[in-house]
C-alpha cells in the first residue's frame, strides 16, 4: 500500500504526510489527483520491475509537478537555477516545471540525492541517459489511470513488457502531437530523441 511507505529522512527533510499537506497547498486539487495517480503507477511498475527503492519512486512522483501551478516567471527563475542554460529561455512551463521541482526538492526538501533528483528534472522530456527510475516517473506521468488520449492504451500495453519502448513511444508521440498542434518544439526534445531513435535501430 502506498500509505505504507516510510520516509527514512536520508533521502528528504519532510514525511510523506508533510510533503503531501504541502502539496495540497500548492497544486489545484485535480493536480494533486494527478500527483498521486502517477505516485501508484510509478510504484506499481517499479514492483514489476524490481525496482527496490520504493521510498525514492514515491518522493520523486509526489515531487515532478511540485512547480507546475507556480507562475510562469517564479518556475522559470527556478528552473534556470538548476539548469542555467541558453536554450531554456525558448522552453515554456511544459518544460520549465520538472527542472524547477528539482530545484526546489534540493532547496526546501534538502534532496541531494542524484537518481531522485535527475528523475524529477527528465521526467517532461526525459534525457539521453535515463536510471531506471528516471524511466519509471517519465512512464508513470504517461499512462497514469487519469489519462485519456489517443495512444494510452497502447503505451500501457507496452509498458507491461518493455519499459525502454514506451520512453520512446512517448517522447515520439509527444513531438508528433505538438507538430501537429503548430506548438514549438523544444530543440533538446528532438537531440534527445534522435538519440533514442538510434538506440531503438540496434
Not at 500527483?35 to 517499479?46: F, G
Request: aromatic share 10%.
Amino acid at each position: 500500500m502506498v500509505s505504507e511507505i516510510l520516509y527514512t529522512k536520508d533521502y528528504i527533510n519532510v514525511t510523506r504526510e508533510e510533503l503531501l499537506n504541502n502539496l495540497k497547498e500548492e497544486l489545484k486539487p485535480k493536480r494533486f489527483k494527478h500527483v498521486l495517480r502517477v505516485e501508484e503507477t510509478a510504484l506499481e511498475l517499479a514492483r514489476q520491475y524490481d525496482y527496490k527503492d520504493l521510498e525514492k519512486v514515491s518522493i520523486s512522483a509526489l515531487m515532478h509537478d511540485h512547480c507546475k501551478d507556480y507562475s510562469d516567471e517564479k518556475m522559470y527563475q527556478l528552473a534556470t537555477m538548476y539548469a542555467p542554460y541558453e536554450p531554456l529561455r525558448v522552453a515554456n512551463e511544459a518544460v520549465w516545471h520538472g527542472l524547477a521541482a528539482a530545484e526546489l526538492a534540493r532547496a526546501k526538501y534538502s534532496v541531494f540525492d542524484d537518481e531522485i533528483i535527475h528523475a524529477i528534472a527528465q521526467h517532461t522530456i526525459g534525457a539521453k541517459e535515463m536510471s531506471l527510475l528516471s524511466k519509471l516517473l517519465f512512464v508513470a506521468d504517461y499512462i497514469e489511470p487519469g489519462r485519456n488520449f489517443d495512444g494510452v492504451a497502447e503505451a500501457r500495453k507496452l509498458a507491461e513488457t518493455d519499459l525502454d519502448a514506451v520512453v520512446f513511444y512517448k517522447m515520439r508521440e509527444t513531438i508528433k502531437h505538438l507538430v501537429e498542434t503548430n506548438k514549438k518544439v523544444y530543440v533538446e526534445s528532438v537531440v534527445i530523441y534522435n538519440h533514442w531513435a538510434k538506440k531503438q535501430e540496434g
